[in-house]
């Protein structure tokens, strides 16, 4: 099956700082993947997609790209706001298991 | 609904209790899942429901737990005889076909279970 390994939390980060969470993947075949975001109160609500190697998904100034050769999809955003303060889960899916795999999700706090 | 509803929010019980935890997902949507998320732990899956019938109860984690779609909209996921173990929030998500690439699935914001 799938899995997903992503860097553990928290992070702390300044207002307008650069935001990077690590995530990488392992599955048979090539999986479509995915950031879900928390926010405070809320359910998991998605955030970005990619579905093959090379793609690019962005949402909300967010972005990761599908990097086949190293099994990675990290997030990223260039000017991280207060109202980013979230837990964020990297997740992989892959056709025929007709479910999707989380990993342990970061907590990013961002501070004025 | 406008979005997936999960009821109670919050649930206290006894150990050794039977409890149900009660999904009502968006209209219209035929596929619903059933997730669990322990504490520090991303949402693990348990059973996946298409229609009325469960196409896959794999992670299920034993028999205690129970769930069931009767007509296809609401679920009710049932755990018998609760151990402090099962302490965890709760997730439901459904979504219009099954969840894959091209379709979304919509969460709700969970039932935190807390064996005492």
């Known amino acids: 099956g799938n899995s997903v390994t992503q860097m553990e939390g928290p992070v702390t980060l300044s207002e307008e700082a650069f935001l990077t969470i690590n995530c990488t993947y392992t599955?048979?075949?090539?999986?479509?993947l995915f950031w879900y975001v928390q926010y405070p109160g809320e359910g998991l609500q998605l955030l970005l997609k990619a579905t093959k190697a090379d793609d690019k998904g962005s949402n909300k100034g967010f972005e990761a790209t599908y990097r086949k050769e190293t099994t990675s999809f990290h997030l990223e955003k260039g000017s991280v706001q207060v109202s980013d303060s979230a837990v964020y889960f990297c997740a992989s899916y892959s056709g025929g298991y007709q479910k999707v795999t989380f990993g342990i999700g970061t907590k990013l706090q961002v501070i004025p | 609904g406008a979005g997936v509803s999960q009821t109670p929010s919050n649930k206290v019980t006894e150990k050794g209790k039977y409890v149900e935890l009660r999904c009502d997902p968006i209209s219209g949507h035929t596929a619903l899942y059933w997730y669990r998320q322990s504490l520090g732990q991303g949402p693990e899956f348990l059973i996946y429901?298409?229609?009325?019938?469960?196409?896959?109860d794999s992670g299920l984690p034993n028999d205690r737990f129970f769930a069931v779609r009767p007509e296809g909209s609401v679920s009710t996921l049932k755990i018998q005889r609760t151990e402090r173990g099962d302490s965890a929030v709760y997730l439901c998500?459904?979504?219009?076909?099954?969840?894959?690439?091209?379709?979304?699935?919509?969460f709700g914001q969970g039932t935190r279970l807390t064996v005492v």
């Open positions: 998500a459904s979504s219009q076909f099954a969840w894959g690439l091209n379709t979304e699935a919509f």
């Open positions: 599955a048979t075949g090539y999986p479509s």
């Open positions: 429901f298409q229609g009325t019938g469960a196409a896959d």
